[in-house]
């Protein structure tokens, strides 16, 4: 087993003497502040103390399909920096999720926040500016590729979908569509993060110039979780498209650098898997059961266990408090949103804390993460103004279970004792029946129909992903799941009921 170092936060409601922890959330409204934890510092700077203008100075470098930029980790950015390999950075295995893009998607070369790629901003550095890439055939062509991309990733807890997820759930996007001269004259192309450390970037794939376009899908998002070219042409990481079966080679292949410069990245990575091979070999299949480990279906919701305060609280003018909450999950994969919904200070639109990098705030999980540790801390309150205050808790796993809490407090005038007290009564959560099972990664929920033959997650009408036209919900929930339907269409409900607080 493999694991990472995590350091737990505190819950607690502070003493009415006692000064809220963390920047004001607005200028005038010094009484509501950030969270102040280790969650809102990035991943590279908790694990090396790397800061994200150190990483942009950094140049970017590519290697023929792969792309090397320095939040990837690689060993030209360590030593830039003066950092040796730390091979602590290694988690357990963990879920991850796969969006197969075929109905044609637009990307930015940039991400608007600190962000080098995500594919639920639909942003990434393989584009030079904002790039429109085309549908992917027909209606069979795209189940025909993404059934053969699920058999190539059906030994591995990958769930993957053809509906795009909500863009707080973190996910790698496959974008399946164009020519290759969107790609520098090559069949598809990838950024590489050691270890799949990084969960949300992109690789794009050319079937308009290429064929074999599961085969070369398959290997560019294996470049997204860490995997470089092999010298096996049976590996998918063989870096030619010479056609022929292929898989994921269990065996130790030295590393190919026909398409690079003779340098390995990953190398810190690879030698777990291949010890002999001193970084310079790498096991295919063994380092992605190492990242995600074996399938195993998930039809078990995370449940909201408490918030703090209780919903129906009452706080006094004088009083302070961490808006908090605890989870019970039985993986090592959450994603989770808090959302302001009423009583916004002035000036204040919208106010957000959240996994995946698309919120006000960042709640930044090392991959693997045991979500029953940690503090899911949102915002402090120190003396707040008399009036009423309502935030929503949501929480879903990779495999589209999820779980919700909304909480109104009021605050009166002068100092309570109640406003501690925490809400264990539970959530309202929503699985999957176990009736079926996510073969090869699939998991749709919803209305509608999907790639492989299950049903998908919302309508044309309705958009899971936070305003993304592309996107109409997430498919990650067990097949013929009318549980996980419900759960998909649960983030949409309290959208609208957002009021500021003056």
């Not at 509501?32 to 800061?51: F, K, M, Q, V």
């Not at 919903?311 to 808006?323: K, N, R, W």
Request: proline share 6%; glycine share 12%; net charge negative.
């Amino acid at each position: 087993m493999r694991r990472t170092i995590f350091v737990t936060l505190c819950l607690a409601v502070l003493p009415a003497t006692a000064f809220a922890a963390g920047a004001p959330i607005a200028p005038d409204a010094p009484w509501a502040r950030h969270a102040d934890d280790e969650l809102s510092r990035p991943l590279h700077e908790r694990l090396y103390g790397i800061t994200s203008e150190q990483l942009a100075a950094l140049p970017t470098t590519r290697e023929g399909d792969m792309v090397f930029t320095p939040d990837g980790l690689g060993a030209d950015t360590l030593a830039a920096l003066g950092r040796a390999p730390l091979h602590a950075m290694s988690y357990d295995p963990t879920p991850g999720v796969l969006y197969v893009a075929m109905t044609g998607v637009t990307l930015s070369p940039t991400c608007g926040n600190t962000d080098t790629a995500n594919a639920a901003l639909n942003c990434t550095p393989l584009v030079d500016s904002v790039t429109e890439f085309p549908p992917y055939g027909n209606g069979s062509a795209q189940a025909s590729m993404f059934q053969e991309l699920q058999n190539y990733y059906e030994p591995f807890n990958i769930v993957m979908t053809s509906n795009r997820p909500p863009d707080w759930l973190p996910y790698t996007m496959a974008v399946i569509g164009g020519a290759s001269n969107q790609g520098a004259g090559v069949c598809g192309v990838a950024n590489v993060a050691c270890d799949g450390l990084k969960r949300n970037h992109v690789s794009l794939s050319f079937p308009e110039s290429c064929g074999g376009v599961a085969e070369v899908a398959a290997q560019e998002t294996s470049h997204n979780w860490g995997l470089e070219h092999t010298d096996d042409q049976t590996d998918l990481m063989y870096p030619f498209n010479n056609g022929g079966f292929k898989t994921y080679v269990d065996t130790c292949n030295d590393i190919s650098h026909a398409t690079g410069s003779g340098v390995t990245q990953c190398g810190y990575i690879h030698e777990i898997y291949c010890e002999a091979g001193g970084g310079e070999q790498q096991n295919s299949y063994q380092e992605l059961m190492g990242v995600f480990g074996p399938r195993v279906a998930d039809t078990v919701a995370p449940v909201i266990t408490s918030t703090t305060p209780a919903d129906g609280a009452v706080l006094g003018t004088l009083d302070s408090v961490l808006i908090t909450a605890t989870v019970e999950e039985d993986s090592n994969f959450l994603a989770a949103k808090w959302t302001w919904l009423e009583g916004l200070p002035e000036g204040v639109d919208e106010y957000t804390r959240c996994t995946n990098h698309v919120c006000t705030q960042d709640i930044d999980l090392t991959p693997g993460t045991d979500p029953n540790t940690v503090a899911w801390d949102f915002a402090n309150f120190a003396q707040a103004p008399v009036g009423t205050y309502s935030f929503q808790f949501e929480v879903m796993d990779a495999y589209g279970n999820y779980d919700s809490r909304v909480i109104t407090i009021e605050v009166v005038e002068g100092s309570t004792t109640t406003g501690g007290s925490a809400d264990t009564t539970g959530g309202t959560a929503s699985a999957g029946t176990g009736e079926g099972t996510a073969e090869g990664g699939s998991a749709e929920a919803g209305e509608g129909t999907d790639t492989d033959g299950g049903t998908d997650a919302g309508s044309d009408t309705l958009d899971a992903t936070g305003g993304n036209p592309e996107g109409t919900g997430c498919a990650c929930g067990p097949t013929s799941s009318p549980a996980a339907s419900a759960a998909w269409g649960l983030p949409l409900l309290l959208a609208a009921r957002r009021r500021r607080r003056r």
